[in-house]
């Protein structure tokens, strides 16, 4: 089990100043976040010269880039914005390739108004599994994340089943399921046999309990046990990432050690 940090933690950063960044506070990896008018330079029209040049930076830096975050999405009612969608996610698979990551980060997307959530993982499926077989021309996998109508693991795990397709898994994002109620257990169990990819943020939730309006927390200092979810992810050797993903929450030299520290903890705790 590894730690990362996706760009989102200082978006404003060259690759240069992430890569220094997870060499200083001991991370095996950077996550870059594309579509999102980050820094890094890891974008679709990044030229082929340009992108064995980063995967080259990467190498020589001793960081792993194993994952690149993208915002695609396919619950969508217009064919059209679909098969762009899809298209574009065709397109990250090569980028992913070129670069050497092994994984691409996808959504299912929030269900549009007035399409039954059935129909909605119906298409969301289809949609994933055409891209599953590019991606697999690739060597790459599509991980489509616990997040939007798809936060709970049930529905998530559904879909990428219906989606039928070896390319096609799963990012954990351990927060999502755990706020619309389901324990890390359950969330576990559904996606043990499908998860390449984790997302780490600790989080407070609002007054009222519910889902929405979570704040980030510092790793330990919330209420989402990561502990409890890297126990469970030891039991079945997983070797994939616990990558953070914080969206402007704190200063990077605030978190980035701090969540190093105690995702470090937990890892070796679970391992014994």
């Given at each position: ?210 889902p929405a309006g979570w704040k980030i927390a510092l790793m330990g200092e919330g209420e989402i046990p990561h502990d409890e979810a890297i126990a469970l992810l030891a039991t079945i050797d997983y070797d994939g990432l616990l990558s953070g993903e914080w969206i402007r929450a704190f200063e990077p ?20």
């Amino acid at each position: 089990m590894k730690i990362s940090f996706m760009t989102f933690v200082a978006p404003e950063w060259s690759l240069e100043q992430h890569l220094a960044a997870a060499i200083r506070y001991g991370y095996d990896a950077v996550e870059p976040r594309c579509e999102a008018d980050h820094n890094h330079g890891v974008e679709l029209d990044t030229t082929k010269k340009e992108r064995a040049a980063i995967k080259q930076q990467f190498t020589d830096a001793g960081v792993e880039l194993t994952t690149i975050a993208t915002s695609r999405r396919y619950a969508l009612e217009s064919d059209h914005e679909l098969q762009e969608s899809i298209d574009l996610t065709k397109q990250y698979c090569d980028l992913a390739a070129d670069i050497g990551a092994s994984n691409i980060r996808v959504f299912g997307g929030m269900t549009p108004e007035g399409m039954e959530f059935a129909d909605a993982k119906k298409r969301v499926a289809e949609a994933l599994h055409e891209c599953g077989e590019h991606a697999a021309g690739c060597g790459v996998y599509l991980c489509m994340e616990t997040h939007d109508a798809y936060s709970l693991s049930s529905d998530c795990v559904e879909t990428v089943r219906m989606a039928d397709h070896e390319n096609v898994a799963i990012t954990w994002d351990i927060m999502h399921p755990f706020r619309h109620g389901e324990s890390i257990q359950t969330a576990f169990n559904n996606v043990k046999d499908y998860v390449r990819h984790c997302h780490v943020h600790d989080g407070v939730p609002p007054e009222d309990g519910g889902p929405a309006g979570w704040k980030i927390a510092l790793m330990g200092e919330g209420e989402i046990p990561h502990d409890e979810a890297i126990a469970l992810l030891a039991t079945i050797d997983y070797d994939g990432l616990l990558s953070g993903e914080w969206i402007r929450a704190f200063e990077p030299d605030e978190i980035l050690p701090h969540d190093a520290r105690v995702m470090r903890e937990y890892i070796q705790a679970a391992q014994g």
